[in-house]
């Protein structure tokens, strides 16, 4: 079995449509949230993965572009992308994001945008909150997104409290999960932060016990100029060729 683990895409389509393309036939595809916000096709972008089927979490963006206060905390440029996409936001979009629930379980498998602690806000950037995050999951394992960088997580099975370490992965690279807990961010499809600007994703398979972490190349060019043409800020449209 191969699930596609997609994180981050923020109305990106055109990277999304990459990264499907690249993980070529899955069993199932789970996204961790932040559909939306930053990029300039929301809309294509949910009925990209209401038609693969896709089920997953719902991120702070998503919960902002319903309606939610969690706007109120974005800095200016997040803020202008989401008034901008909670103005051109389908009905069916926009119910399509209303429905998704904070937490997920699938099978050994919690997922979560941020954290289990914290779901919607926490960013899992250190040894400590991943230790006290893999203490809290309800499965043996987890996965996450929010900080758009991709990361594993390990913690000992026998004990969900002991120290854990973080390792840093790239393109190619393929953990084992089995006799540990894992808490694995895929980084983000629509709008990588850890230098390499390539989309970014993981494919699970629950059967080997193992996960890959992918990046795929995108028409960068394209999106900065749907974005400039939508009226998106520059600077949101600038990062995407950096990574950053
Ligand atoms: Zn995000």
């Known amino acids: 079995m191969r699930i596609a683990v997609l994180s981050d895409i923020h109305s990106n389509l055109i990277?999304?449509?990459?990264?499907?393309?690249?993980?070529?036939?899955?069993?199932?595809?789970?996204?961790?949230?932040?559909?939306?916000?930053?990029?300039?096709?929301?809309?294509?972008?949910?009925a990209r993965l209401a038609d693969v089927g896709a089920i997953g979490v719902r991120g702070n963006h998503d919960a902002a572009a319903v309606g939610g206060r969690e706007?109120?905390?974005?800095?200016?440029?997040?803020?202008?992308?989401?008034?901008?996409?909670?103005?051109?936001?389908?009905s069916t979009t926009h119910d399509w994001l209303d429905a998704?629930?904070?937490?997920?379980?699938?099978?050994?498998?919690?997922?979560?945008?941020?954290?289990?602690?914290?779901?919607?806000?926490?960013?899992?950037?250190?040894?400590?909150s991943a230790r006290e995050n893999i203490a809290a999951l309800p499965t043996p394992h987890g996965l996450h997104g929010h900080?758009?960088?991709?990361?594993?997580?390990?913690?000992?099975?026998?004990?969900?409290?002991?120290?854990?370490?973080?390792?840093?992965?790239?393109?190619?690279?393929?953990?084992?999960?089995?006799?540990?807990?894992?808490?694995?961010?895929p980084g983000s499809v629509g709008q990588p932060r850890d230098g390499d600007p390539r989309a970014s994703y993981l494919i699970l398979d629950p059967g080997s016990g193992t996960a890959s972490w992918h990046r795929v190349e995108y028409d960068i060019d394209a999106v900065a100029a749907a974005m400039t043409a939508a009226g998106l800020p520059a600077?949101?449209?600038?990062?995407?060729?950096?990574?950053?």
């Open 147 to 185: 900080t758009h960088v991709p990361i594993a997580w390990f913690g000992r099975a026998d004990d969900p409290g002991a120290r854990v370490q973080g390792e840093v992965t790239i393109d190619g690279d393929v953990r084992g999960i089995a006799g540990r807990r894992a808490f694995l961010n």
């Open 100 to 128: 998704l629930p904070q937490v997920r379980t699938e099978g050994e498998m919690t997922l979560v945008h941020g954290s289990p602690l914290d779901p919607t806000w926490e960013y899992v950037t250190d040894e400590r």
């Open 71 to 90: 706007i109120d905390s974005f800095n200016r440029e997040a803020r202008l992308a989401m008034e901008w996409t909670r103005a051109h936001i389908s």
């Open 235 to 244: 600077r949101l449209a600038e990062r995407l060729s950096f990574g950053v």
């Open 15 to 46: 990277a999304l449509d990459a990264v499907l393309a690249h993980a070529g036939r899955v069993d199932a595809v789970w996204h961790l949230g932040d559909i939306v916000g930053y990029g300039p096709d929301p809309d294509g972008v949910v």
